[in-house]
């Protein structure tokens, strides 16, 4: 790799990196908003989603640079696809921040009657895949890349758990049947986060070995992972 390429990739790095603390910042004022029903943290979570956003198209712009100025190829080239893909996943987390914030807003005004849903269990969950998945990106680690994709089963059974309850109040409870139902929305937000930080591992994975694990290709990630383990 020369040595300006080398520069340009290490500061694309860093960017995507930079949108990644900026983008798990986000969701985490956002559930603070739904768990505190607090307006403010709502209000701060909806005004970050335009410097997200701007931050993903500047990204976007420096990798098709970097591609028309030095023509990476083999492994400087899947540093590139791999940034693209990492980077569009990111701002699609800061939607879904956004999304989970304007449920925030819809909830505050609930009556103290209705009941109140936590999301502290799931949202943990996802946050360490969220977190582990980033890590994975910072320190180009797959072993805490496979473990992500392990964990997106538990967290799309607390989903289905938490919706399932949802629809139970809702039966016991039809007159705010609009006000609970944006529990259920905000669950599915949350799971969609875990899915794309899953796609985060696998971009990861894809980057350091060059190796495409969508689509259950789960033998080889577990015999990687013993590897490893046993070094």
């Known amino acids: 790799m020369g040595q300006h390429l080398r520069r340009a990739i290490d500061s694309l ?28 943290l709502a209000q701060k979570a909806l005004a970050m989603d335009e410097e997200i956003d701007q931050s993903e198209i500047d990204i976007e712009e420096e990798c098709l640079q970097i591609l028309a100025l030095h023509q990476p190829v083999a492994i400087d080239l899947r ?10 996943d990111l701002e699609r987390i800061g939607d879904l ?10 909830l505050i005004p609930a009556p103290v009657t209705v009941r109140k849903f936590k999301f502290n269990e799931l949202y943990e969950a996802v946050q360490g895949m969220l977190r582990d998945s980033l890590d994975s990106l910072v320190n180009l ?8 994709l392990k964990a997106d089963d538990l967290v799309d059974e607390m989903n289905r758990e938490m919706c399932t309850e949802v629809l139970r109040e809702i039966k ?11 529990n259920m929305h905000i669950s599915r937000r949350l799971e969609r986060i875990a899915d794309l930080a899953t796609n985060i591992a696998e971009d990861l994975i894809y980057l350091t070995r060059g190796d495409i694990v969508r689509h259950g290709n789960a033998v080889m ?5 013993e590897q490893r383990q046993e070094e």
């Open 97 to 106: 921040a956004l999304d989970i914030a304007e449920h925030a807003n819809r």
């Open 79 to 88: 540093y590139i696809v791999a940034a693209l893909k990492i980077n569009n």
């Open 221 to 225: 990630d577990s015999q990687f992972t």
């Open 141 to 148: 680690d797959p072993v805490k890349a496979f473990a992500v």
């Open 13 to 40: 790095m860093n960017r995507l990196i930079a949108l990644s603390a900026r983008v798990e910042e986000n969701v985490r004022l956002a559930v603070r908003a739904v768990e505190e029903r607090d307006e403010d």
């Open 172 to 182: 016991k409870d039809p007159d705010n049947a609009e006000i609970l139902i944006q």
